[in-house]
């Protein structure tokens, strides 16, 4: 047996609310985000410290490494611009004598013969240049 209601339903079609406010929680985000946006530039700034001088020298970056390349028909480049082997020793001992800590990375094609690195790389060492890499690809997944 169903009893009307004055508003004109039934008793069992009264059903609780399902609807969340979400007006409380949009307010504590917002107070959230300010307190956030105040305290993060406090946390990166650090401390201050009285740093003491010192007469030691500044430590400077190391030099990016000069590219070395080598196609399959045999021609050399020295970064982007293309150099004859009989220029690359003296070219690179300049080099080398104006920053004695540069290394080289050997870029050569995988069609040239092993013997043919070799010799490139021991004219980069006879230029002074100690230390050299050999540059590849990581191989793929199969």
């Not at 069992?12 to 300010?34: C, E, F, Q, S």
């Not at 150099?83 to 070219?91: D, G, T, Y």
């Amino acid at each position: 047996m169903a009893m009307l209601l004055p508003g004109g339903g039934e008793e069992d079609d009264a059903r609780p609310v399902a609807d969340i406010n979400v007006t409380p929680l949009v307010d504590v985000m917002l107070v959230l985000l300010v307190i956030f946006m105040v305290t993060a530039p406090m946390l990166t700034a650090g401390i201050q410290v009285d740093v003491p001088r010192a007469a030691a020298t500044r430590i400077t970056p190391p030099e990016p490494p000069l590219e070395l390349g080598m196609t399959r028909e045999g021609q050399i480049f020295l970064g982007k611009e293309e150099v004859e082997e009989a220029a690359l020793e003296p070219r690179l001992a300049a080099m080398h004598a104006e920053t004695p800590d540069r290394a080289v990375h050997l870029r050569a094609d995988r069609g040239i013969e092993y013997g043919e690195v070799l010799r490139i790389m021991g004219l980069v060492q006879k230029a002074g240049i100690q230390r050299v890499a050999l540059i590849s690809r990581p191989e793929t997944a199969r």
